[in-house]
């Protein structure tokens, strides 16, 4: 026997995985683990036995419900999971996923239509983090045909903005969570910031590297991976996180001079593969870190003059812009970030779990 569960399998950015209404899934966070466990194929490299693509980008899961917060629509909550191990972390937000909640609320009929386009305001359960989100949707239905690209995803879609609302300290005690600008932890200069993602920033000429290096020959680098966790685990410990041995975060960003105009060069890890593309908050923070004085990315980022700034941030397979516009009472603080995603509905049925994991409702 086995227990079907309704889902939406949804692409949101440059992620796609399952989005379930948070009442079709069990209540107990020990048995929902289980069965995210159990839809997604994890633990196994190949998630041969779920719906997981074999690849970080590719295990996420979004669990959506109607918000009792009051000026709230949505509640959302990102499970990261990761194809070999037996892990579901609820702590990180996934910006990528987000672009979705909206476009499944709307098709499950969670929410309604507002006209040709749709702005509700969601609540990351994760970070505790509130954000504007518009789609179109003429007819009251949820557009996916338009003109929007961003790279990393083949072809073009219908537009999704996002305006985040106050992401600093998402999961760190603030912004700059030891409390500098720029540290040298384990002989390396690095900016530690977290705003909507805890990243930890540094130079790729400082561990020897260009900054250019495809994505391949990254994640072939065992000398580069095994010197980034080490990094990683110091500066987890100085940003007040604690153990980071068996988290996702904080993420790990080699930054280089931009090659193709944009701002800045990234190499992303997630936090031990590198990252195709670049996550979404992880962009915010990236360029955030830019306009910040004396951050890492100062000499190497180029940044436009005024109030609000437009960042490129290049990436291994295009780029990502991010506008920021920043408190003119305090230089070295963001007021808003806001950015451009597309979603689309992929498939809408029922993912079957063995009913010795779960019986249902």
Not at 103 to 113: D, I, N, Q, S
Not at 237 to 253: F, I
Not at 293 to 312: R, W, Y
Request: glycine share 10%.
């Amino acid at each position: 026997m086995q227990t079907p569960i309704k889902t939406l399998f949804m692409r949101g950015g440059t992620s796609r995985g399952p989005f379930f209404n948070a009442a079709d899934l069990p209540s107990e966070i020990a048995t929902r683990d289980r069965v995210l466990l159990a839809v997604m194929g994890s633990p196994d490299k190949r998630q041969i036995d779920g719906l997981g693509g074999a690849n970080p980008l590719t295990s996420k899961v979004g669990i959506v419900r109607q918000s009792t917060t009051a000026g709230v629509d949505l509640d959302f909550l990102f499970a990261q999971l990761q194809p070999d191990r037996d892990t579901v972390d609820t702590t990180p937000n996934c910006g990528n996923m987000l672009a979705a909640v909206v476009p499944f609320a709307l098709e499950t009929g969670m929410v309604r239509a507002q006209g040709d386009k749709t702005t509700l305001r969601v609540l990351t359960l994760n970070t505790d983090m509130q954000c504007d989100i518009t789609v179109e949707t003429p007819g009251g239905c949820v557009n996916y045909q338009g003109d929007a690209h961003i790279d990393g995803v083949p072809g073009r879609s219908a537009p999704i903005t996002i305006n985040f609302l106050d992401t600093a300290g998402s999961v760190c005690c603030g912004l700059l969570p030891t409390g500098k600008v720029r540290d040298t932890i384990d002989g390396v200069e690095v900016t530690c910031i977290d705003n909507g993602m805890p990243l930890v920033i540094l130079r790729a000429a400082d561990v020897e590297r260009s900054g250019y290096e495809s994505v391949a020959e990254l994640n072939a680098d065992a000398a580069l991976k095994s010197r980034l966790e080490r990094l990683r685990l110091a500066c987890g410990q100085a940003m007040g996180l604690g153990d980071v041995s068996t988290k996702n975060y904080p993420k790990m960003t080699l930054v280089a001079p931009p090659q193709a105009g944009g701002s800045i060069a990234t190499r992303s890890f997630i936090p031990h593969v590198c990252h195709d593309a670049i996550g979404v908050l992880a962009a915010v923070t990236v360029g955030t870190a830019c306009v910040l004085e004396g951050s890492v990315s100062a000499g190497i980022a180029v940044v436009p003059a005024g109030k609000n700034k437009k960042i490129s941030v290049e990436h291994p397979t295009g780029e990502f812009s991010v506008e920021l516009e920043l408190d003119p009472d305090d230089p070295q603080s963001v007021r808003r970030a806001a950015l451009l995603r597309t979603a689309r509905l992929i498939m809408r049925g029922e993912v079957m779990v063995p009913a010795e994991v779960w019986q249902g409702k």
